[in-house]
């Protein structure tokens, strides 16, 4: 039993000798990873800067709009009677005055010639009453008798001769018409469209505004239009009507600005995106959009600063995370309100990979550089 005893004390013995060894030398490593991460520097993040430059800028209203004739109207019959010529073609531009649809006028030309004789006849009676009187032949009465049947006779001329006018249907203004919705021979009722016609020079474009933006609105402002379907061209106009009352529901003002239309490629009823520009330049500070890190929370950008290490006594560049309040955005750039400096240098691309106190080396290589205008060239 002894012998036993002695063997497991041996046993154990080692066993403890060989965990406190163990021990020894994993906690060795462990003090000699952690002073070698003490010593060790991650290395900087590659990044793009740029300056925080001082800019004039027209603060502008962006408005999404909806374009409107200068004069548009759907032309309509106006009597009753059979399509006897059409003499436009759809899509054409047409003059002030021009004969654009002709109806049947045939009953009532033959009701105007009878109506001319009567007015003849009636006319020559009144003569005739005229002298009679004149030689006390005849009494008053006749004479009031004869200028009435006169007055009348000419009265049916002329409301035949209307109506002979209301059946040939002109053009009340120039511009261009619409696709006909009549044929030849058709007899059409008071009031059944025939097409449509559109004055397109100069174009209105109607947007709304918030209640805000009414001590900024004068007439005569300067305004910009791009259409979708042409995405490289915009035209340049100035804000002519405000309305004088606001929608109570989303307590917003329409208003209208008016652009030159020459070459007709604007058409009523389109899409388009307006700016609205203030009169006077406003000075701005401004950094490149890509600089800024949009959240919930607040937006913010990566100032550089320049940083001394205590240790080494070497300078290094520092990312510094700064709130700012941004204002209008302009291509590639945008105002900065409040946050930064003139003269601040920011991350402008690789700011979504730092963190507050990070080092940086500044590369602008393959950078493009920050259009107030940007033009995406297509590969």
């Known amino acids: 039993m002894k012998l036993k005893t002695k063997l497991w004390v041996v046993v154990i013995g080692g066993l403890v000798v060989v965990v406190v060894l163990l021990v020894g030398l994993k906690a ?47 032309l309509a019959a106006e009597l009753p009677g059979k399509v006897n010529e059409i003499a436009f073609e759809a899509g054409a531009s047409v003059k002030k005055g021009q004969v654009l649809v002709r109806l049947d006028v045939s009953t009532e030309q033959a009701q105007l010639d009878s109506a001319r004789a009567e ?9 005739r009453a005229r002298t009679l009187k004149r030689n006390e032949s005849s009494a008053q009465s ?23 006018a209301k059946k ?10 619409s696709i006909r919705q009549v044929e030849l021979g058709q007899v059409v009722s008071p009031g059944t469209p025939i097409a449509s016609l559109q004055s397109v020079t100069p174009v209105h474009a109607d947007f709304w505004l918030p209640q805000q933006a009414l001590m900024e609105l004068t007439r005569g ?26 929608d109570p529901a989303t307590r917003s003002v329409r208003v209208r600005a008016t652009f030159p239309n020459a070459d007709g490629r604007l058409r009523p009823g389109m899409f388009g995106n307006v700016d609205l520009f203030a009169k006077q330049a406003q000075s701005r500070l401004v950094i490149p ?23 080494t006594g070497q300078s290094a560049q520092v990312a510094r995370q700064k709130f700012v309040r941004l204002g209008d955005r302009r ?13 601040e240098t920011v ?24 259009e107030l205008a940007p033009k995406p060239i297509d590969q």
Request: hydrophobic share 45%.
């Open 28 to 74: 060795g490593q462990i003090v000699t990873m952690v002073r070698a991460g003490e010593s060790m520097q991650m290395p900087p993040e590659s990044v793009s800067a740029a300056k925080v430059e001082k800019a004039e800028w027209v603060e502008s209203r962006p408005g999404i709009a909806t374009l409107v004739a200068d004069r548009g109207v759907t």
């Open 119 to 127: 007015a003849a006849l009636a006319q020559l009676n009144l003569e």
């Open 142 to 164: 006749d004479l009031d008798t004869a200028e009435a049947r006169a007055k009348q006779a000419r009265a049916a001329v002329a409301g035949l001769e209307a109506n002979i």
């Open 168 to 177: 040939t249907l002109r053009a009340p203004f120039d511009g261009r018409i």
């Open 221 to 246: 402002q300067r305004a910009r239009l791009t259409v979708d379907a042409y995405p490289d061209a915009h035209w340049d106009g100035e804000l002519t009507v405000v309305n004088p009352e606001v």
């Open 289 to 311: 959009a890509t600089a800024v890190i949009f959240a919930p929370y607040g937006d913010s950008v990566f100032s550089i600063e320049e940083k001394k290490d205590e240790k």
């Open 331 to 343: 291509g590639d750039f945008v105002a900065v309100l409040s946050g930064l400096d003139a003269g």
């Open 347 to 370: 991350v402008s691309r690789g700011a979504f990979k730092l963190r507050n106190g990070m080092t940086v080396a500044v590369s602008d290589a393959r950078t493009p550089d920050a």
